[in-house]
């Protein structure tokens, strides 16, 4: 198909990297003010979403190598469509809460529902496995328990009251990303199939 050509050309796959870089920088510098006031020991587990399209970055790398970084991958799958949804979630929640977002908040859904989309299109390059998946199932839920026990999600202060709906939500919305990791580890021979026909 041409949308696969277009996808996975190497000029594309450049473009594709150059944009997930400079979305990446632009996350941790919008944590900043965050990270300004949270204890080191959990730096690496409070910009979620810059770090899912740096494990992304990562990825493109190997795939423009010829390689997978396998780990990195399904770090990048769950990772990139969990917090992509998440946060067109909570800016919608948002929303409803104040009648209106800003343009920054509008930008925000649109930028993070094309990581989860990406994440998706990108099912074809992915070489993972069971055992990847389940060390990327303990990274993840692990970010859940430094979030909404230790107090490190991040900061939405319109619904703050809603922090254990929330976090109830985010806990089954990792369990969906991971069983969706396990499914495509389990058809990695027919998405080769599709990869090569297309």
């Not at 409803?96 to 990108?122: D, I």
């Not at 703050?160 to 990695?188: D, H, M, P």
Request: glycine share 6%; with cysteine.
């Amino acid at each position: 198909m041409r949308l696969w050509y277009v996808l996975s050309h190497r000029t594309f796959l450049w473009l594709l990297l150059i944009v997930n870089a400079a979305g990446t920088v632009y996350g941790y510098i919008w944590y900043g003010a965050q990270l300004s006031r949270t204890e080191p020991i959990f730096y690496i587990f409070v910009p979620d979403s810059p770090t899912a399209s740096l494990f992304f970055c990562i990825a493109i790398i190997g795939w423009l190598r010829g390689t997978n970084y396998r780990f990195i991958e399904v770090l990048a799958f769950i990772t990139l469509i969990k917090y992509g949804l998440w946060a067109d979630v909570m800016n919608m929640l948002t929303w409803y809460e104040r009648g209106t977002l800003s343009a920054q908040g509008w930008m925000l859904v649109a930028s993070h529902f094309a990581m989860a989309l990406q994440a998706v299109l990108y099912i074809p390059k992915y070489n993972f496995g069971f055992i990847a998946v389940i060390a990327a199932a303990i990274w993840t839920l692990h970010n859940d328990v430094i979030d909404y026990v230790f107090g490190q999600m991040p900061s939405y202060p319109s619904i703050a009251q809603y922090a254990n709906e929330i976090g109830y939500f985010t806990f089954w919305l990792s369990i969906s990303c991971i069983v969706f990791a396990l499914y495509v580890s389990k058809q990695r021979g027919l998405f080769a199939h599709m990869r090569e026909n297309r």
